[in-house]
């Protein structure tokens, strides 16, 4: 079983850039998160959808962050303008249902915002 | 916000030693998890324990859940180099699925 994709894994940009990474759950997983991890914490959801609705995007810095997840599979997450405090991993995970429990996560994307 | 604290932050053993990590939280909750985070990878989930559970195992792994101490201890015996990473507990969001990470625990076994 092929696991979480995510792409790009690594992001060098400048401030005021924007920049967008991509996530391909795993088959048949209906839940997706995004996750922030700052250098020396733990992640930090930022956004949930179930299928293709959003559940929680309480934490998602609306004013620059933005996701999609059109079709209810892949989804894109994008920041723009970048600040120097988003440089982070941004990790991608999905379980099977919005039943909670096991949640797989992809490898991440390391960003650095100079 | 961050429900679980992990303790002690960084733990430094041989191997063929036992490590023990520690979690604390603030709210009721159904259940725990336990992840693990190597050096530049992802997260992998390692074990869940329910609120009506009071000690699982896995492999070398054993966890265990005190409700009414809002506590969590997860166990690694005889460890290996390989275990080295950072160890995180994790507990249901606001949404009720969404994760709630602390800020983990780093495991360092040396040969």
């Known amino acids: 079983e092929a696991g979480v994709a995510q792409s790009p894994r690594y992001k060098i940009i400048e401030k005021r850039q924007s920049v967008a990474f991509w996530c391909n759950p795993i088959s048949g997983h209906a839940t997706l998160y995004w996750y922030q991890q700052i250098l020396g914490q733990g992640p930090k959801l930022l956004i949930q959808f179930q299928n293709n609705g959003v559940v929680d995007d309480s934490q998602l810095p609306k004013d620059r962050f933005s996701a999609e997840r059109l079709k209810g599979v892949d989804s894109t997450l994008k920041i723009q303008p970048a600040k120097l405090e988003d440089s982070a991993v941004y990790l991608c995970?999905?379980?099977?249902?919005?039943?909670?429990?096991?949640?797989?996560f992809g490898p991440g994307t390391r960003l650095l915002v100079l | 916000s961050q429900q679980g604290e992990e303790d002690p932050q960084a733990l430094s053993i041989q191997e063929g030693e036992n490590a023990t990590m520690n979690c604390s939280y603030k709210?009721?909750?159904?259940?725990l998890q336990w992840y693990r985070q190597n050096s530049g990878r992802g997260l992998v989930h390692l074990i869940l324990i329910r609120s009506n559970e009071r000690e699982k195992h896995s492999g070398r792994l054993r966890v265990t859940l005190d409700t009414s101490k809002k506590s969590s201890s997860l166990l690694i015996t005889a460890s290996r180099a390989a275990d080295t990473a950072s160890y995180f507990c994790a507990t249901p969001g606001n949404s009720g699925y969404a994760l709630n990470f602390g800020k983990g625990t780093s495991l360092l076994v040396t040969p």
């Open positions: 709210t009721s909750i159904n259940n």
């Open positions: 995970a999905s379980s099977f249902t919005d039943g909670g429990e096991t949640q797989y």
